[in-house]
């Protein structure tokens, strides 16, 4: 298939778009972290500022706007997040490993049915497989009277685990199913020939030969409970996992902090991604090592074994990667230079629009109101955010004064 | 340490298919036994129920003349090569072999002694940590062979183990396997569809057929005796005359056919009578050109279509009157050049080197 | 019962300590995760909503209310429908298949450029830049295209700062957001199905097609489309699911005046305290789902197990 240059040309300008559209959000997104004006925004820019990784700030109007360190909310989301994960993945890979080894012994005519009951759950819209959980459970608890039931039925936790254990599961289940394809049983018939029971041709057969899927199929489960929300939402009842704390900010009003929060999502996001496909690298270059040895010890003749020296060369990715370290010091310089970072800065900028925002409040004439918001300020913390900007068309006209 | 393997009765059924029926037979202890058939026979299904991954529906299995029913195959004194080896490709080599001892709780040290003695007994020592993608064919076909021994098992059943390997490393793993079986002196039971495996490596062999048992024997008495026109063209080659029987004279039978009549042996468990529809057999090997002074039982005019060159012998396809098939082998030594597509010619074969048998199908049809 | 659902006997074959496992932890999904929920919601669906004090008691009866209430509204309201809650469905489903057909669309060049065009080490670096955004939380980045679209965001503050208009545009309340951020949050579940697809394709069959002269646009709609059937129908049964299905986008980009149908069932939940009336709506949606892939199915003649691999 060799299209016209023309249709080329056009192919190459639709995945520019494409791509721009996928990442354009997100990198404009990072962007904003380091903004340091209240509303993630770019072309206002007031000062380059880390403040929404660190502590946030105090608003001109005493507002304290929590950065990513200060805000316990979204720690103890986090934390919550971090334990539904732990729960999920102990539920959900033994019952994903489990169904998946069945399938492979219920009787043909059954595994078309068996097989449709194991992927309902992806097919059921998240909020319904939340809230079945929820309502199901209300009445264990109910029945239950007081005590344990009736307190594990009603924790938002220990629900939100067995929620998405229910789809996350089958997941689980394909990833297994997966590597199950390609398992040659004559292994397991082998083992038992040779005197293991089946208890140790599971044990010592399948589970390491399922290893790679067990690893993986561990890290999609935490990772697809860690960002859930449509079903977290509804059976985390009264407590806060990560992305319930984040819709909560985003629906209060949308803030810097947030941005910072996603950025360092990303970087972890890729961080990971990368040491994932060293790892994977280093292992098939480490086989093909060892399939080189055995083939040259088999060569009769040396002509193989003969090394060939490499000419010096930078690998592409490290120019890379000096370039964009030129452009960043340059960057940074011009604006240090043109004093857009540091305290001075932020602080310069913060004294305009207290100013701005004092003349403005003067001329409403509410001065109690002013006093009482400046003097509450130091107390701060997001209760008091929460309360001030309940409604979101109020923050957004706050963020007009930027 | 070797034991009998003995089936009585055996019969497996999957639904109303018999992939085996009514099989009785007795390998001795410390034999080289060789159930031979096509693929599909049933020769696996029986290979199976020796070591106890399928229950025969009906009939016994008995290991040293103890029942074997209800007992599962990591209980059973048997150890099965598989035709695709089965080798644990996350394991070494040594792991490989010391793996039924790991399984029976046998200590570090131990697994790792007989691991090294039986990997000296595959002419693979030193080689213990090596990954199995790491070796070569014929060495895992060995390591499979080790694997299988490390518990000193009482009957080895090979299921077909050699297939997989290409002709030169076939023919050296024939004669390795028959070494090893001398060595460890234990009851080997192999199964093939490959017939000159079957007869260079056996004492004995089974030869099958969908499901049954056609003929066990030694394997010269099957080659030249053969119990039904199955056998007489599955193992070997076997030119096939068909005809009716029109005399008896004592053990040897007259068969009259289209193109001729011609006098052969009877089995004695195959008597024949006048009148009965029956196959005469001749091997291309037992058809002579005459020459002056010989004198055969029986002639036979050809008409020579083709001829093919393999080595030491020269086969020829000839046809006769009646437009059936013949093929004849001439060893190279004796000068053939004067017969070419084309000529007739006269051939003559020995009444004591042919064999008449009851019509039935062919291994060939 | 072995010999029934099983092809060797169940116990024999995996040993009693893990066949036990297996058993507990298949009946603990199926049963315990899977269906005694979706039966009690089922179940609530059609109870009055009274307080949990009350359960079991006169109040407690079965009724259709909470459906009727769905098609034809309050029972003081004068209107013959309820057109609130039938609009946002209605607008719900529509949306949702114009999003379905949109990342279609937008995919199809993209996976078959991947598969079948650019060279092996290209593809690689394209796959890899799409799986990256899909691991970002899709809150976050709802958020990203909320940064974008904020009536002070970043595309007004440029568009007005340069001079191009007076006054922002107001994408957030035209939903036009929620529209590019439901197409946004779901687009790789259309692009890997379909680039599968096309990738197994057999190369010499487009070039067969070219060869005998078949035209680019036939030679796709002929050749390429017929085969990445399974991963076209796949990619739109996910998408439309998902978006039929989302909250989070809708929660963070949708105006504050209109509804996508999960906030509608998150609000009779978690604002009315309705559970029953909740549990229904969710009924109605469910349905909506298992009649959407039914159709899929029946249509374009697939299995379930091609859909979801």
Known sequence: ?402 | MSADVELSDVSVTFGSFYAAKNVNVKVNGGEFFSFLGPSGCGKTTLLRAISGFQEPSEGKVLIDNKDMSGIGPNKRPTALIFQNLALFPLMSVSENIAFSLEVRGVSKEERKKRADELLELIALEGQGDKKVHQLSGGQKQRVAIARALAVEPKVLLLDEPLSALDLKLRQRMRTELREIQKRVNITFIYITHDQGEALTMSDRIAVMNEGELEQIGKCDEVYNNPLTPFVATFVGENNPLYGKVTGIEGDKAKIETADGQYLATMNESKKLNIGDESIAFVRPESLFIPRDGDNFDNKIDVNIESFEFEGNLKNFYASLKSGAKIKFSVPNAIDTSSITSGSSIVLGFESSKSVILPKASLAID | MNNFLFTQPFFKKNGKAVAIYFLVAIIFWFVFLVIIPQFYMLDLSFRTNVPPLARGGPEDYYTFEHYSHFIFGSKTATDAFNFVDLGVFGRTIFVSMLVTIANLLFCYPIAFYIAKIANPSTARLLIVSLIIPFWINELLRSFALRILFANEGVINNFLTGVGLLDQGILFITYDIGLYTGLIYAYILLMMFPLYNAIESLDINQIEAAKDLGSSSFRTHWRIVIPHAKPGIVSGCTMVFMLTVGALATPVVLSSPNTLWFPQLIYQWFNMNDNWSRGSAYSIILLIVSVIFVLTMMRIFKVRIGEIIK
Not at chain 1, 80 to 96: D, F, H, K, N, Y
Not at chain 1, 348 to 370: I, P, R, V
Not at chain 1, 389 to 397: A, E, R
Request: charged share 15%.
């Open chain 1, 1 to 402: 298939m060799r299209p016209s240059y023309f249709i080329n040309f056009m192919m190459g300008i639709y995945i520019f778009i494409f791509f721009a559209y996928l990442f354009g959000p997100l990198i404009i997104m990072s962007i904003t972290a380091f903004n340091s004006a209240e509303f993630p925004s770019i072309t206002p820019w007031e000062c380059f500022s880390f403040r929404w990784f660190n502590e946030g700030k105090i608003a001109y109007d005493g507002q304290h706007l929590a950065g990513l360190l200060s805000d316990w909310r979204l720690h103890d989301g986090i934390i919550s997040s971090l334990i539904i994960g732990a729960g999920v993945v102990t539920l959900s890979v033994p019952i994903g490993m489990a169904a998946a080894i069945v399938l492979t012994q219920v009787r043909s005519q059954l595994r078309d049915i068996y097989y449709s009951i194991s992927i309902m759950p992806v097919l059921f819209p998240g909020v319904i497989i939340g809230i079945s959980t929820v309502v199901l459970w209300d009445r264990i608890a109910g029945l239950g009277g007081e005590g344990f039931i009736a307190d594990i039925g009603r924790n938002g936790i220990f629900l939100t685990i067995l929620a998405q254990t229910c789809f996350i599961s089958t997941y689980c289940f394909l990833i297994f199913v997966a590597r199950l394809q390609r398992f040659d049983q004559t292994q397991e018939e082998a083992a038992l020939d040779l005197g293991a029971s089946q208890t140790q041709v599971f044990f010592k057969i399948l589970v390491p030969y399922l290893s790679p899927a067990i690893a993986s199929a561990a890290v999609i489960a935490f990772l697809f409970s860690f960002e859930n929300y449509n079903t977290t939402v509804f059976s985390i009842l009264s407590d806060q996992t990560l992305t319930t704390v984040i819709a909560s900010k985003v629906r209060l009003g949308i803030s810097p902090a947030l941005s910072a929060l996603a950025l360092t999502i990303i970087a972890l996001t890729i961080i990971a991604a990368v040491t994932y496909e060293v790892l994977r690298r280093r292992a098939e270059k480490r086989y093909a090592e060892s399939q080189e040895k055995f083939v040259k010890e088999k060569a009769a003749d040396n002509r193989i074994n003969k090394k060939y020296k490499a000419g010096f060369k930078i690998p592409k990715g490290i120019a890379a990667i000096l370039l964009i370290v030129v452009f960043a010091t340059y960057g940074a310089t011009q604006v240090v230079k043109n004093d857009l970072y540091g305290q001075s800065c932020i602080d310069a900028a913060d004294k305009e629009k207290k100013s701005k925002f004092l003349e403005q409040l003067q001329t409403l004439e509410s001065n109690e109101l002013t006093d009482e918001e400046l003097s509450g300020g130091s107390l701060g913390g997001n209760q008091d955010y929460g309360d001030i900007f309940g409604d979101p068309s109020l923050f957004q006209d706050f963020g007009g004064f930027d």
